[in-house]
């Protein structure tokens, strides 16, 4: 089982001279990224950051940082063994199982935290990016323009318009209703198939009606 914190990092955690809980982020990131993130950090926290990205800088650093902020790096049992002072990982997202090594935070006795709310938005908007995407052909058509080769009616009787199609949407949480939600003014009919029952007045706003995994 993934052990689920009952406090956040103002919980007593070792600390530096200064006081400040230290935080790793633990992907190497621009210089721009990591400035948009200093820039939330609340009081009595350091950010800290990769300069090179390398195993030997990840590994010396976490040495020495309260809390890890888990991004695309794999977060590994090699990892939690350098990292002596840590109590506290959280996982940027809500996809955990591909980049911690969960087991090996159990056996730590860490705590493990996601962000239920953080990429549904953009998942979604993407999602609807990548119909409109293929439906015109876009990345193909892209391609070649960019070698000079314009297409005029070459592809018009296979690409097509999203109004007035069915949408259908596998898993109804967070992404599937976002997407359900901004799909709408396309003029669509949306369906979808859940594990779950959702509550009809929550279909009724989204328009989606439930159907099996076949149909």
Same mark, same amino acid.
């Given at each position: ?39 939330? &950090? ?25 809390? &890890?902020? &888990? ?67 876009? /990345? ?26 069915? &949408? ?16 709408? /003014? ?12 959702? /509550? ?16």
């Amino acid at each position: 089982a993934i052990a689920i914190p009952r406090t956040n990092l103002e919980a007593p955690m070792s600390t530096t001279s200064t006081n400040a809980k230290r935080v790793l982020y633990f992907s190497h990131a621009s210089d721009d990224l990591y400035a948009m993130i200093r820039a939330s &950090v609340p009081p009595g926290f350091e950010l800290v950051t990769l300069e090179t990205g390398s195993e030997a800088e990840r590994l010396q650093k976490l040495a020495d940082v309260d809390a &890890v902020i &888990v991004v695309t790096q794999k977060l590994t049992a090699a990892h939690l063994a350098a990292a002596r002072k840590l109590r506290f990982v959280q996982h940027q997202g809500v996809g955990f199982h591909d980049t911690v090594d969960w087991r090996a935070l159990a056996a730590h006795d860490l705590p493990l935290a996601i962000c239920t709310a953080g990429t549904a938005r953009g998942v979604a908007e993407h999602a609807i990016l990548l119909m409109l995407a293929t439906m015109k052909r876009l /990345p193909h058509i892209d391609a070649e323009m960019r070698l000079g080769r314009f297409h005029l009616n070459t592809y018009r009787h296979t690409s097509y318009e999203l109004g007035g199609k069915t &949408v259908g949407i596998l898993g109804f949480g967070r992404v599937g209703q976002g997407v359900a939600a901004r799909i709408q /003014p396309f003029g669509v009919t949306t369906l979808y198939h859940d594990l779950l029952t959702f /509550p009809k007045d929550l279909q009724a706003r989204l328009q989606a009606s439930p159907v099996s995994f076949d149909e």
